[in-house]
């Protein structure tokens, strides 16, 4: 098992520029979130999905938009990329109800210029 | 507005001292509390986790003290040891399997 696969590993991109940070996961896991890191803000939700075809807004969902046509793959788009979203994003999938024991990609560091 | 607030954000501690990393809560609809540990450039990985109507958890050298009443809980990291040194995410559980995680505590352990 690859467990959470993300990519790409660093981007830099510009003002107003889009984007897609893929996620993938070979577990038949059911849950993934998006979450990024900030420093001293800990990880804060962008969007999760429950199964493929459902997903549903985080705390910080402005911005990004995802989708779930697959249980494997949970792509986050950057509609049009601000400085704010210079981040780690992190993905994350999950095998339990609870949602607890969520396994979490490497991380896609980006910078906006 | 934070919902789980976690301290100290960094915290130093000689080798086989006890570390401890605090988190408080104020929704009492959160019903799982996980902690996660990060090494630099990896993701946050599950290291032990405690429901509400358990005050105390251990796995390993690691133990969570939970206080229902004061909405609080905590880390414990017994004997800790150079390779502990990471940072450190409390986490909660609320609706639709959402975590809402503490800001982080850098632990370093010194030799």
């Known amino acids: 098992n690859a467990g959470v696969t993300q990519t790409p590993k660093f981007q830099v991109l510009k003002t107003g520029q889009s984007m897609t940070l893929q996620c993938a996961q070979d577990?038949?896991?059911?849950?993934m979130s998006w979450y990024r890191q900030d420093p001293g803000m800990g990880l804060r939700l962008i969007h999760y999905?429950?199964?493929?075809?459902?997903?549903d807004q985080g705390e910080v969902p402005n911005g990004y938009n995802v989708s779930r046509s697959t249980t494997e793959d949970f792509p986050l788009r950057l509609l049009s990329a601000a400085p704010s979203q210079t981040s780690v994003y992190f993905c994350?999938?999950?095998?339990?109800?609870?949602?607890?024991?969520?396994?979490f990609g490497s991380g896609t560091r980006l910078t906006v210029v | 507005q934070q919902q789980v607030k976690q301290s100290p954000q960094s915290l130093i501690v000689q080798k086989g001292g006890i570390p401890i990393i605090n988190c408080a809560y104020e929704?009492?609809?959160?019903?799982?509390f996980p902690w996660y540990q990060q090494f630099p450039g990896k993701g946050p990985a599950l290291l032990i986790a405690i429901r509400p109507d358990v005050s105390e958890k251990k796995e390993g050298r690691f133990t969570i003290s939970f206080n229902k009443s004061a909405k609080q809980f905590s880390l414990h990291i017994m004997d800790s040891q150079p390779g502990d040194s990471a940072t450190y995410f409390c986490?909660?559980?609320?609706?639709?399997?959402?975590?809402?995680f503490g800001q982080g505590t850098r632990l370093t352990i010194n030799p």
């Open positions: 999905s429950v199964g493929a075809g459902i997903t």
């Open positions: 929704n009492t609809a959160f019903d799982y």
């Open positions: 577990m038949n896991h059911e849950y």
């Open positions: 986490a909660a559980r609320g609706g639709a399997q959402k975590l809402v």
């Open positions: 994350a999938s999950s095998y339990d109800t609870l949602g607890v024991g969520y396994t």
